[in-house]
């Protein structure tokens, strides 16, 4: 079984979850990425969406999600913030600008070494 079938499974169990909770069908997904992974792997997962049978809206980096998530009540001018993102095995950080719910990512960077475990293994 591939990759994009195994993703689709989960995303299908997800829908099937998050539906059943809702009491309503589920159509629409945004789904969150890793911010390293590349247009191949970004694609796949849009893919494993559709196999889901989900229309995926976008597909977004997790820094920039935790930010929307952060940011949508913040409507008094323009906030520069940065978000690490440790899990997964990754170590990303993100700069965004928010100004008036417009949100601006400035840069992303990180270590495909650090994070997850590593985090883990430091800071307990």
């Given at each position: 079984?591939?990759?994009?079938?195994?993703?689709?499974?989960?995303?299908?169990?997800?829908?099937?979850?998050?539906?059943?909770?809702?009491?309503?069908?589920?159509?629409?997904?945004?789904?969150?990425?890793?911010?390293?992974?590349?247009?191949?792997?970004?694609?796949?997962?849009?893919?494993?969406?559709?196999?889901?049978?989900?229309?995926?809206?976008?597909?977004?980096?997790?820094?920039?999600?935790?930010?929307?998530?952060?940011?949508?009540?913040?409507?008094?001018?323009?906030?520069?913030?940065?978000?690490?993102d440790?899990?997964?095995?990754?170590?990303?950080?993100?700069?965004?600008?928010?100004?008036?719910?417009?949100f601006?990512?400035?840069?992303?960077?990180?270590?495909?070494?650090?994070?997850?475990?590593?985090?883990?293994?430091?800071?307990?």
């Amino acid at each position: 079984m591939g990759k994009v079938i195994i993703s689709a499974m989960i995303l299908t169990k997800m829908k099937e979850t998050i539906g059943a909770y809702l009491g309503k069908k589920i159509n629409d997904a945004v789904i969150t990425v890793s911010a390293y992974f590349n247009d191949a792997q970004r694609q796949a997962t849009k893919d494993a969406g559709v196999i889901a049978g989900l229309n995926v809206a976008k597909i977004i980096n997790e820094p920039t999600a935790a930010t929307i998530a952060y940011g949508l009540d913040k409507k008094d001018g323009e906030k520069n913030i940065i978000v690490f993102d440790l899990g997964g095995g990754t170590f990303d950080v993100s700069i965004l600008t928010i100004d008036n719910s417009v949100f601006e990512v400035l840069a992303i960077n990180g270590d495909t070494h650090l994070g997850g475990i590593f985090t883990s293994h430091t800071t307990h």
